[in-house]
């Protein structure tokens, strides 16, 4: 049974990381609340003077995402809102799965006959947002709220491209932009002498409640006071006819399964700060929230444990889906929320387990983990001073500051490549691979002098060359380099610093191999559709 208060050692510093260096400052919160909140209810007035359809759907505002959960990281500058919206219930709305996980279709499926009632008459332009079959379409939704919106600041004071917004804060400038499901209004102004800039995305959503609740495969609502659920006009990519669907959002069950866990949401954003640290872009935050959904669910105690040993713990999670290269969605685990490629997930992975060992290999250094949430050398040593240390881990500390303890090189860093490839994919991997060992090997003979403990070569014409490679650079760390192991500690220090530089790099290209390898495949495909034309004139011309 593993040991609960092996991590204790590094827990006043992560609790103080976590208060002083990743939450947002409580003043801000309040204060952007207080102003985000004045100019929207503003914008909403303006917007139903100039649309009936929009005062009679209109219900509420969610305020969602990661600032209104208690997760963001950063500076509190970033908002998601949801526009609630409705549709009439006699005109049956009618929401079924779709081929994708995670999307569904919505069909008034009693349309024609409802539009003959007198109710109708109060719901004028919704028939502009179906198509011929009383779909509900994402794009039409989308381009009517954009309008809508745009309509709105046009009733306020203008100056050059901007809106004149005021507030019992000060005067704010905004403007409007289109991306995704979401219209994000930019507002800037001036609090107290200080710039305040706010990105603020409006996103509209229908409502439902648990009468349209999803059936399997989709989990039953493990919340009941919370019934009602959310979907949005999020498009899953070209995949058929993509204006029919929409994505399901189950944020406010998320957020009540979330509430009452003390170490979830430290944890969360410590996990959050950490990707950000790794360039681990392709990791959504939404990934990382979903890894402690699962847990919440399956290991209810765990969250009355220390930060610091929840924290290890789910980072070993985390780093297990990794290697998986699976995160199922929590709603519907047929759905896989990782859509990077697997040398690039295999790289996160292992960089994961080598901040796993370096933080679990002796002598134990409260600050192990720190040094990979904050970069900054003067806040980490702001940190240091400020945290509480008890007189025996002080007593490790100094000894560790005078010992010489090993750092090492990460195991299996370098990727695995899919044998199973193309030839002409693998044929581009090769010839890139000499170049990344010539970079490697400037590295290391800067590092030591031009006399370093191991030769790199770049000789590289095959897998198997490549791999022994790899094992031979891997051993760095070994005693059998004969190197001063003081020196040698230091300048693998900062040839560790290099290499990430170079595995980002690797895993750049691997992007664009997938991306080269979907554009064989597409003309594979063409050229099988060119030769089938081909056949086929080629019997026309004989008969």
Not at 87 to 112: C, M, R, W
Not at 205 to 222: A, I, L
Not at 366 to 390: M, N, Q, R
């Amino acid at each position: 049974m593993e040991d609960k208060k092996r991590y204790n050692y590094m827990e006043n510093a992560l609790q103080n990381i976590n208060k002083s260096y990743i939450s947002l400052p409580d003043d801000e919160v309040k204060r952007n609340n207080q102003i985000l909140e004045n100019i929207l209810q503003q914008i909403i007035g303006k917007m139903k003077e100039k649309s009936e359809l929009f005062k009679k759907s209109f219900t509420r505002v969610f305020y969602g995402g990661s600032y209104y959960d208690g997760l963001r990281v950063g500076n509190p500058e970033e908002f998601d809102l949801d526009l609630l919206l409705t549709l009439p219930k006699y005109a049956e709305p009618d929401l079924t799965n779709s081929n994708i996980p995670g999307f569904v279709h919505l069909q008034l499926k009693e349309y024609d006959k409802w539009a003959k009632q007198p109710e109708a008459h109060q719901w004028v332009g919704l028939s502009k947002l179906l198509d011929d079959k009383h779909y509900l379409v994402t794009s039409k939704v989308s381009a009517w709220i954009e309008g809508l919106v745009k309509k709105a600041l046009n009733e306020f004071p203008q100056s050059g491209n901007s809106t004149i917004f005021n507030t019992s804060s000060g005067q704010f400038k905004g403007t409007i932009h289109k991306g995704g499901p979401a219209h994000t209004l930019k507002l800037e102004g001036i609090v107290n002498g200080k710039k305040v800039v706010m990105d603020v995305d409006l996103v509209p959503c229908f409502v439902f409640t648990k009468d349209k609740w999803p059936s399997s495969p989709y989990r039953p609502n493990p919340v009941s006071n919370k019934p009602e659920f959310f979907i949005v006009p999020k498009k899953p990519g070209s995949n058929g006819n993509v204006d029919r669907y929409w994505r399901l959002s189950f944020q406010e069950q998320e957020r009540e399964l979330m509430n009452g866990s003390r170490t979830l949401k430290p944890t969360i954003k410590l996990l959050k700060k950490l990707r950000d640290n790794q360039d681990h872009k392709a990791i959504a935050s939404y990934f990382i929230k979903t890894v402690l959904l699962w847990e919440v669910t399956d290991n209810r105690g765990l969250w009355n444990e220390s930060l610091s040993y929840v924290f290890m713990f789910m980072l070993k999670k985390y780093k297990q889906f990794l290697e998986n290269r699976e995160i199922p969605y929590y709603w519907n685990r047929n759905n896989n929320l990782l859509k990077a490629n697997d040398i690039t997930l295999q790289n996160f992975a292992n960089r994961i387990q080598y901040i796993i060992d370096d933080i679990e290999r002796p002598p134990e250094d409260p600050f192990c983990l720190a040094k990979y949430l904050v970069h900054d050398s003067k806040l980490l040593e702001k940190l240091k001073s400020e945290t509480v240390i008890g007189k025996k881990q002080l007593k490790k500390l100094q000894q560790l500051s005078i010992s010489d303890k090993p750092t090492g090189t990460p195991t299996s860093l370098l990727p695995q490549t899919n044998n199973s490839s193309s030839t002409e994919v693998d044929s581009i991997f090769f010839q890139t691979k000499p170049h990344i060992f010539s970079m490697m090997t400037d590295i290391v003979n800067k590092h030591f002098d031009q006399n370093p403990p191991i030769k790199i070569t770049s000789s590289l014409n095959s897998e198997t060359q490549f791999q022994a490679q790899a094992s031979v650079f891997q051993n760095l760390n070994q005693p059998a380099c004969n190197v001063n192991e003081n020196v040698a500690t230091s300048k693998i220090d900062k040839l560790q610093a290099s290499l990430d530089k170079v595995f980002a790099l690797m895993e750049n290209l691997s992007t664009k191999i997938d991306c080269i390898n979907e554009n064989i495949a597409e003309l594979r495909q063409e050229n099988r559709i060119f030769k089938n034309k081909l056949q086929a004139m080629e019997r026309n011309i004989f008969i």
